[in-house]
């Protein structure tokens, strides 16, 4: 192993060590999986939130409407084709699956997408304001953070979606004002890293603003980290995290 970060990271992506941290996860057990940890960051708004997960065939799994995001389990996830009608599973599918599909349609990219209304991060998206960097995790992905004001259009219509799709341009993430949070990923891991980092990093963000202000992590310092992170992964951080799920709520990968 070397001393420089990037080579470090770069290591532990190729050699993540030859003890199994999880099981062997299905696609349906990994997606129930980033439900049941992002509640535990406070993605916690009732039955509010929706992550879909485009799989090789271009069919996306997503969350069932009717269900919270600390009760579903993997044999709940829905499959849906590219019209958004349900081809698996008995649960209902939200009609917000079209702004999901719109994404998913221009960005390769976007194998995963995660929209709720977080606890700190919707207090941002109300006061239309990016938070600053204040700390190490709040600066594990960089970046720029897009504020959209969807009520200027509302999304129930396919041409909304796809304007605010263009719109979104190749953001890793968005704060829409008034109402949430849009998350990209490439894949679990990473939409992972990038949910729990712009929640953690408006927590602190707001924290600070509570006690009269605080000094932000300089820039060039948080870009240079979260440029890392996000080319490389935080090593073991999503596996903890699914086997802390899985510690609290075994059902999960039923
Ligand atoms: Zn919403």
């Not at 192993?1 to 080579?7: F, L, N, R």
Request: with cysteine; net charge negative.
């Amino acid at each position: 192993m070397t001393s420089e970060p990037a080579e470090t990271l770069a290591h532990y992506k190729q050699h993540p060590g030859r003890i199994a941290l999880t099981p062997e996860l299905s696609p349906q057990q990994e997606l129930a999986l980033l439900c049941q940890a992002l509640f535990l960051e406070g993605y916690d708004d009732h039955i509010a939130g929706h992550i879909s997960y485009r799989q090789p065939d271009e069919t996306l799994l997503i969350n069932p409407w009717e269900l919270t995001w600390d009760e579903l389990k993997s044999s709940d996830i829905i499959r849906i084709d590219t019209a958004g009608n349900v081809i698996e599973g008995e649960w209902n599918v939200t009609p917000a699956n079209l702004l999901h599909r719109a994404i998913h349609a221009v960005r390769a990219d976007a194998n995963v997408i995660i929209h709720n209304h977080p606890r700190y991060a919707s207090v941002w998206a109300n006061k239309h304001e990016i938070p600053q960097i204040f700390d190490q995790t709040g600066a594990n992905m960089n970046g720029e953070i897009k504020l959209y004001n969807e009520y200027e259009g509302a999304l129930h219509q396919q041409e909304q979606c796809e304007i605010a799709a263009r719109e979104l341009g190749d953001a890793k993430w968005a704060l829409l004002a008034n109402h949430g949070v849009l998350v990209i990923g490439s894949d679990i891991r990473q939409a992972h890293i990038r949910a729990v980092t712009l929640e953690w990093r408006c927590r602190q963000a707001w924290m600070v603003e509570a006690i009269g202000g605080g000094t932000p992590m300089p820039e060039e310092q948080a870009e240079k980290l979260g440029g890392l992170i996000d080319e490389f992964g935080l090593p073991f951080m999503w596996e903890a995290m699914v086997r802390r799920v899985m510690r609290h709520r075994p059902q999960v990968l039923k």
